[in-house]
């Protein structure tokens, strides 16, 4: 593998040198840095810088840093933007062949004059190559609330192509994708279960979160190990020029952040909690008519400190936990389920050219089922434990040409227990007691090295080459993947882009489709194969007036490999006992309209899709459409600034509605030596009925004021508004002599009032 990653960074480095070389002839400049923000000298990623009059440029990656490079001697203006802050022009003399150390400071925008504005594709970005990528700002995304709450992934669903099984879940469906098919990155650490329970919000405060970074299909070498989409989140690093808090009392959970300097550097903490077990603990219990306690909490914190002026490194850590519990009338149970991560990161930059990432991480899912219910007691435990290092180098050849190369290296723990112990006969007057019990502790390494180089081949073609290799010790499999990305300029307002690339993933969810209250994630062995998928895209994104964006995306998806529950499987032994295992595809085409500026801006966005499975053991071999299939996904996003005090939002979204299997007839069995026997239903075409659309209305409203002085926003939001109550689910009741059709359905309207002080 590693023969092969050095032969490939030898060829990608040689179509990049020439051009370099020929640049290293004439006395040109570099410019290198980093951008921040003023008010906090948070470092601000994605960041825009070009000098005037050229097309020399270059954007800040995720730790803000930028490096411009062939910059001609004498004196340059360089222009530095970034959404949500003013845009900076400075000027400084550039002598021939120097090598420069900037620091640009961007100047927030108030947010009520910027409104809220979602880049699919930054304005500036013209010679990026990105493909399929969604960039929200994290104080726009708050705009987008349920219940008072902004929430990461709820805001992603707004945008297109983006699904969700349930208007509860904040799970996302991306392109015929599952959620276990998403990389879920925080600060370099994988989360494995980014929900609470229930699904309702993600487990990410939006308040600790400084950059939200999705790229929906089609992303490059650097990021693998999943099929479909990649959502890369990064914490802040903390205000470094003076303490400072926000404080949040909302219907459904409170929230506190804190911020400060710290020696040369700053340090954050954030946490958020609900409370609906404290108040049930208020209140009077009733053992035969118990109400179940829930609650969720989840806690961010983070250091960061500047070693040199080219060394930095920062310590971060995230934890959530859910605990759902009832406690009377002969049973009680349990349901807990955490995260936890933490990860050393170090930068260093090598000259003016060469920037270099080490990153050292670690990550813990922990989900437990456990209960007694009239002396039977059991408990079922999931626990997946990951200790990553990664370590890249991103070489800026010339200002046409950059170098990134790096590797990943993953310990794996899955540890499963299984114990039930309980009365052998029910009847028996000794109290016989029976026990079983399943502990499992598998251990695998998995290995990757990548290498990507972007180039600009001419001002209009810009070319993305990158290959990546895996290696998984408990299969003994190695995979290839390469990947091609393209962009071609037409003219200032209109370019095309296209990508291919093939990608695998060794880790395997079992869940059931409806709920997740045990979801358990299994290795690749040697009775599976790991899945594969694919990517085929074509994009086209244009300007068509001035201050609007244009995009269409086409996309088709190829799955092998892909899993499905046997639910019925009784004897598991290895990891093909727990699956059915088939193959399937996605495709589709997206559409979406932007307003950016003015005090009206927001989006409308449309998917067109259909996904398609075939299994050998489901539906007869028949292919079928998975439950989270939905051929029309039509979304609205709008916001209005009234005035300084005053804005009012909306949000709408109408979807086909999902697939379920109904039931064609039923029969009645007894077995020997039972009076009474149970009616059983014959199952239809797996997933061949469709529930009626699902359609709903949010708004929303700001006002800003002070509270005993201090800044405060209140927040306003009518979830719901025509109290659509979509079905969650149907079943059907064959215990009568007549059987029945049952709905299950979702929320009603649901009004809510939240206060925000800042300090």
Do not use: C
């Not at 972007?454 to 299969?475: E, F, K, M, P």
């Not at 929320?747 to 809510?752: A, E, G, K, V, Y």
Request: no cysteine.
């Amino acid at each position: 593998m590693i023969r092969t990653l050095f032969t490939l960074l030898l060829v990608l480095g040689a179509i990049a040198v020439p051009r370099a070389m020929l640049h290293a002839q004439t006395p040109d400049a570099t410019l290198d840095g980093y951008v921040v923000d003023s008010t906090n000298n948070e470092t601000v990623v994605g960041a825009t810088l070009t000098v005037k009059g050229t097309k020399l440029g270059a954007f800040t990656n995720k730790s803000g840093f930028f490096v411009i490079k062939d910059v001609p001697a004498g004196r340059q203006t360089i222009l530095v933007s970034s959404v949500g802050y003013e845009r900076l022009e400075q000027t400084l003399d550039v002598a021939p062949g120097a090598s420069i150390k900037l620091t640009f400071s961007l100047k927030p925008k108030s947010l009520l004059a910027q409104g809220i504005t979602v880049k699919a594709d930054r304005d500036d970005e013209k010679r990026q190559i990105d493909i399929s990528h969604v960039n929200i700002p994290v104080e726009q995304l708050k705009q987008l609330r349920v219940g008072g709450e902004s929430d990461v992934f709820r805001s992603l669903q707004y945008m297109p192509g983006i699904l969700t099984s349930s208007q509860i879940s904040s799970g996302l469906y991306i392109r015929g994708g599952s959620p276990d098919q998403n990389l879920v990155l925080l600060d370099g650490s994988t989360v494995y279960n980014p929900s609470h329970l229930l699904g309702f919000f993600s487990a990410f405060n939006p308040d600790a979160i400084k950059d939200v970074d999705l790229i929906k299909g089609g992303f490059p070498a650097e990021f693998g190990g999943r099929l479909s989409a990649v959502l890369n989140l990064t914490q802040k690093d903390g205000n470094r020029n003076e303490f400072e808090g926000l404080a949040s009392l909302g219907a459904i959970s409170s929230r506190l952040t804190l911020q400060g300097p710290l020696g040369k550097g700053s340090w954050f903490v954030g946490g958020r909690r609900t409370y609906l077990d404290l108040i049930l603990g208020l209140l009077p219990q009733d053992k035969n008519n118990p109400l179940p306690s829930f609650n969720f909490y989840d806690v961010n914190a983070k250091v960061t400190q500047d070693i040199t002026d080219n060394d930095r490194v920062s310590v971060s850590g995230f934890y959530s936990a859910d605990n759902l519990s009832l406690d009377g009338n002969d049973i009680t149970f349990k349901i807990g389920i955490a995260n936890g991560t933490g990860s050393l990161k170090w930068t260093h930059i090598f000259g003016d050219n060469l920037f270099t990432t080490l990153n050292l991480s670690g990550s813990r899912y922990d989900n437990g089922f456990s209960g007694n219910q009239t002396g039977f007691a059991f408990e079922m435990k999931n626990i997946i434990t990951d200790f990553t290092a990664k370590g890249s180098v991103e070489w800026f050849v010339s200002q046409d040409a950059t170098v990134k190369a790096g590797f990943e290296s993953t310990r794996y723990i899955f540890d499963y227990i299984k114990n039930f112990t309980g009365n052998k006969d029910s009847t028996a007057q000794s109290g016989t007691v029976t026990s079983a019990a399943a502990n499992l502790t598998v251990k695998d390494w998995a290995h990757a090295g990548f290498v990507q180089t972007n180039y600009q081949l001419t001002d209009q073609l810009a070319l993305q080459l990158g290959a990546r290799v895996n290696w998984s010790g408990l299969s003994n499999l190695t995979t290839f993947d390469p990947r091609v990305a393209a962009r071609y300029q037409v003219n200032g307002g209109l370019a095309f882009k296209a990508s291919w690339g093939i990608y695998h993933q060794y880790l395997h969810l079992a869940s059931l489709p409806d709920f997740s209250f045990f979801d358990t994630w299994l290795p690749t062995d040697s009775t599976v194969q790991p899945g594969r998928s694919d990517h085929y895209i074509f994009s086209v994104e244009t300007s068509p007036f001035d201050g609007y964006d244009f995009n269409v995306d086409f996309y088709y998806k190829k799955l092998y490999n892909i899993n499905e529950v046997n639910q019925f499987a009784t004897d598991q032994k290895n990891v093909a006992d727990i699956f059915y295992s088939g193959n399937g595809e996605a495709y589709g085409a997206e559409v979406f309209l932007q307003k950016k500026v003015g005090d009206f801006t927001g989006w409308l966005g449309y998917a067109l899709g259909w996904i398609n499975a075939r299994f050998d053991s489901i539906n007869q071999g028949q292919e079928f459409r998975p439950k989270y299939d939905r051929r029309h996904d039509l979304k609205f996003v709008g916001q209005y600034k009234i005035n300084d005090r005053w804005e009012i939002g909306a949000s709408f979204a109408f979807q086909s509605g999902q697939s379920y299997t109904g039931v064609t007839s039923r029969f009645h069995t007894d077995l020997p030596g039972e009076s009474t026997g149970s009616n059983v239903t014959v199952p239809a075409q797996r997933y061949g009925l469709r529930l009626p659309p699902s359609h709903q209305l949010n708004i929303n409203a700001n006002y800003n004021t002070t509270l005993f002085g201090l800044p405060a926003r209140l927040l306003i939001d009518i979830y719901n508004v025509y109290s659509r109550r979509d079905i969650w689910f149907r079943y059907y009741d064959a215990t009568k002599s007549v059987t029945t059709v049952t709905d299950v359905r979702l929320l009603p309207i649901l009004p809510t009032v939240a206060l925000e002080v800042k300090f």
